[in-house]
């Protein structure tokens, strides 16, 4: 941009120096009428060595147009510069914000995390996304403890102490299976059943086997909690 100036700068002082000496060329070549004007021969143009005929008066014309020309290019160079800066400036903030909204919030994710203990061992448990789990997950905002009973040769019972949301369906249960009994009652099956349960979860790190070992032994204590 600095450039462009000292450019235009230069461009005017020649353009004023040009006019000067052609003035002074055509003071001391052309005579001067009584009147104190010149005569009309000095509207006659020069002929060149070359042949050529060149306007005494056009030359300094086409260097007030090459002039203008100049300043308006480098008027349009200030303007784009100016947009670019500002587009570069709206990119960066938007991938900026962007990258921000991008960023997973785990803390949303570990405090929405409720943790099953059976007896002294930690299982892991994939959750539902219903009413039923999210009630639950209140209880255990503080240690919910349930004591469980054998029942039946394929499952754990116990009482959560309050009644939950719950949509009951007719439900043919696997090892491993956790659900909702009557809305108050936590079940835990190392067997296979038929029933109306809603649906609360699934142990996912036990084989049936190791549930069957874990659960077909006695009764337990079930412990639920936040993570």
């Known amino acids: ?5 000292i450019s235009c ?11 000067v000496m052609i003035g ?5 070549g052309h005579e001067v009428s009584a009147e104190g004007r010149r005569s009309p021969d000095d509207r006659i143009s020069r002929r060149p060595k070359g042949g050529g005929i060149t306007s005494l008066r056009g030359e300094p014309e086409m260097r007030k147009r090459k002039l203008l020309f100049t300043l308006l290019a480098a008027a349009t160079l200030m303007v784009n510069t100016s947009v670019w800066a500002e587009s570069d400036s709206e990119i960066e903030n938007y991938t900026r914000n962007a990258d921000y909204e991008s960023e997973p919030d785990d803390s949303k994710g570990e405090e929405s995390t409720m943790l099953m203990m059976v007896g002294d061992m930690s299982v892991e448990v994939d959750w539902e996304e219903n009413e039923s789990v999210e009630a639950l997950k209140e209880l255990a905002a503080e240690d919910l403890n349930i004591e469980m009973s054998m029942y039946g040769g394929f499952e754990q019972v116990g009482s959560i102490g309050q009644s939950l949301p719950r949509n009951d369906t007719q439900t043919t249960t696997a090892s491993g299976d956790i659900v909702l009994y009557s809305g108050d009652q936590l079940v835990v099956l190392y067997g296979s059943n038929t029933w109306a349960y809603t649906r609360l979860g699934k142990i996912v790190d036990k084989t049936p086997e190791e549930m069957e070992e874990l659960l077909g032994n006695g009764d337990v204590t079930i ?5």
């Open 223 to 227: 412990t639920l909690s936040k993570r």
């Open 9 to 19: 700068r230069a461009s005017l002082r020649r353009n004023y120096h040009d006019e």
């Open 1 to 5: 941009m600095r450039f462009l100036l």
């Open 24 to 28: 002074n060329s055509s003071d001391s």
